[in-house]
């Protein structure tokens, strides 16, 4: 009881720093006059008052988290603030139940990109800018983003931050100072996100579509405030630059920082992952690209180069624009992109996945283990970009791949014993489990998640929520001795 008092301190102060974030789409709201700031004031009142009165309630059980409150609180916020980001939407939208509002706020928050919603055309721009603006906060981690402020509230934070940052290595700081490093990285994520928005107004898009798209391109989310997504401005412009900020958000942020603060590239050419999610990446939009046009899909060459380049970025960083129906294209493509998604960004990136950090460790370690056949009595260290990586680390990996599979297998079979066809099944599972969105066939990318049975929805929900923060952070709570004193 006392464990949970604690954590319901630290949530109060993150649900009252959550409640700052509904300032952006009230003061859009007010300067576009489209009416719903009374909504977001409501929302954002009842959010800031239940933060406050929960903080203070609970004050004296203050005290430094533990390694198991970290893990607990970041479900429980994610899962808390979901609720909270809910509430404008469905006062808005009145048709739209709690179920599919809770799945539309969830799918924001973990940049899954998941739509329940059809004429987003016609919506209130406030109601896209809080869809967007909860994919960018989703992005890099509201919790990250709170850890930077925790210190304010005299709590600790280093636990939370290791909870919820992405990535097998998650003891590497980029300063001495955990707060400190969540700063730098919400920097780093600002000055990203700035630069999109400029260069999407720099091709012909007003500020309303620059900053919607901006937001959800930097963090891998795919969300649009159009129903037929990026294909309803074709623009070839408009896809390089989505293009260009989805490979750069695709890549850890502590090498962008690294990069900054020795002001040199070199960094980046000596990141392994670097290297393997770029050459992953651009193989297969070229691999895709001659088989579309081999097999006559697009008669053109650079017309095959454009739709599948763009759309294998896409998927392949978890984001799930759509530029083009590829659920018309032959199976192969539009699975290997789904597939792609799972490795085809790097740790302690805002995209989703298996991230491919894991991969690279797993590669060196059958490597490894392939050579200890030949040479038994070899010691060979396992390194990445000339670190050596600990043992702990390989087995976690182990771990978390095993769970992984086994997440994806029950997944898939509860959705095809609730009635879901296999290839919309497994595309679902895949798409929400890695964040990145859009299925085939019933989930394909010119269609949406509003058809599926409400226990279908809360399914696919906790996969978003599960694969956000890299199963273990989720399935420990599931273990008998995460409870025992």
């Not at 300063?175 to 107004?201: D, E, F, G, H, M």
């Not at 790097?346 to 950090?357: D, L, P, Q, V």
Request: proline share 4%; glycine share 8%.
């Amino acid at each position: 009881m006392h464990q949970l008092l604690v954590i319901a301190h630290v949530l109060g102060g993150l649900l009252t720093v959550f409640s700052s974030t509904f300032l952006l789409p009230i003061g859009w709201s007010l300067a576009v006059d489209d009416g719903t700031a009374g909504s977001f004031a409501i929302a954002g009142l009842v959010c800031l008052i239940a933060g406050a009165l929960t903080w203070v309630g609970t004050r004296r059980f203050r005290r430094e988290l533990l390694p198991r409150d970290g893990a607990l609180l970041v479900v429980l916020g994610w899962v808390v603030m979901a609720g909270a980001a809910s509430v404008p939407l469905m006062l808005e939208l009145p048709a739209l139940s709690f179920t599919d509002a809770y799945f539309e706020a969830m799918s924001a928050l973990t940049t899954t990109g998941a739509t329940v919603l059809a004429g987003l055309d016609t919506l209130p721009q406030a109601i896209n800018i809080w869809r967007h603006a909860l994919q960018w906060f989703g992005g890099m981690g509201i919790i990250v983003l709170a850890v930077a402020i925790l210190p304010l509230l005299g709590v600790g934070g280093r636990q939370l931050y290791m909870a919820e940052t992405p990535g097998p290595m998650k003891e590497s700081r980029l300063t001495p100072r955990i707060a400190q490093t969540a700063k730098y990285l919400w920097l780093l994520y600002a000055l990203l996100t700035v630069a999109c928005i400029l260069s999407l107004r720099a091709v012909g898009l007003d500020w309303y579509d620059a900053v919607c798209h901006a937001f959800s391109a930097t963090a891998l989310g795919g969300f649009s405030n159009r129903d037929a997504s990026v294909s309803a401005f074709d623009s070839p412009a408009m896809e390089a630059v989505l293009a260009i900020f989805m490979m750069l958000a695709a890549l850890n942020f502590t090498t962008h920082f690294l990069a900054l603060r020795q002001r040199t590239l070199r960094v980046y050419v000596r990141d392994t992952e670097v290297f393997a999610v770029w050459t992953a990446i651009l193989a297969s939009c070229l691999l895709l690209s001659v088989y579309l046009w081999v097999v006559g899909v697009y008669p053109e060459f650079a017309q095959a180069v454009r739709y599948a380049g763009f759309n294998t970025i896409s998927l392949a960083t978890s984001s799930g624009y759509m530029s083009t129906d590829y659920d018309r294209w032959p199976i192969f493509a539009p699975m290997w992109m789904l597939c792609l998604a799972a490795i085809g960004s790097s740790a302690r990136s805002t995209g989703g996945g298996i991230k491919m950090m894991r991969v690279l460790i797993l590669l060196k370690q059958t490597g490894l283990e392939l050579r200890r056949m030949v040479h038994p009595r070899a010691v060979t260290p396992l390194t990445l970009s000339g670190h050596v990586i600990d043992k702990r680390v390989v087995l976690a990996v182990l771990g978390y791949m095993l769970l992984y599979g086994m997440t994806l297998v029950v997944l898939v079979f509860l959705m095809m014993f609730t009635g879901l066809d296999f290839v919309t099944a497994v595309s679902g599972a895949m798409a929400c489990l890695n964040n990145t969105g859009p299925g085939l066939n019933l989930l394909g990318p010119t269609f949406n998640y509003a058809p599926l049975s409400d226990l279908q929805t809360w399914l696919f929900a906790f996969a978003m929520l599960a694969g956000r923060l890299e199963l273990l952070t989720v399935f420990v709570l599931f273990t008998p001795g995460f409870w025992r004193r």
